[in-house]
């Protein structure tokens, strides 16, 4: 069964750091795309950035240069460090699970993040 645990949202202020955490079980990490995505209050949910297994990244533009996605393959774990952080990146976020050959995908349920000004 797959699972993906996020963790280390909270309330923070504009210009601050934090780092989210997601904790996977039940899923071939190494073969996994692992992506974070957010939805913020009556938006649609996007992109965020992904990192594969070779450890490729990618950002949306609105984070580039300010968030960095990174994996830990001991520990099946993805992370979003996330730097300079504006009102607007006020959102929840969701880690996103890839299997590169079947497409199968996997969700968490979620952490807030909320940037003051």
């Known amino acids: 069964q797959v699972q993906l645990v996020e963790s280390g949202g909270c309330l923070v202020q504009a210009g601050g750091s934090l780092l989210l955490s997601c904790v996977t079980s039940?899923?071939?990490?190494?073969?996994?795309?692992m992506g974070w995505y957010r939805q913020a209050p009556g938006n649609q949910r996007e992109w965020v950035a992904t990192?594969?297994?070779?450890?490729?990244?990618n950002y949306a533009d609105s984070v580039k240069g300010r968030f960095t996605i990174s994996r830990d393959a001991v520990k099946n774990t993805v992370y979003l460090q996330m730097d300079s952080l504006k009102p607007e990146d006020t959102a929840v976020y969701y880690c996103?699970?890839?299997?590169?050959?079947?497409?199968?995908?996997?969700w968490g349920k979620g952490t807030l993040v909320t940037v003051s000004s």
């Open positions: 996103n699970s890839r299997n590169r050959y079947t497409g199968t995908e996997g």
């Open positions: 039940g899923i071939a990490f190494s073969i996994n795309a």
């Open positions: 990192i594969t297994g070779g450890g490729y990244t």
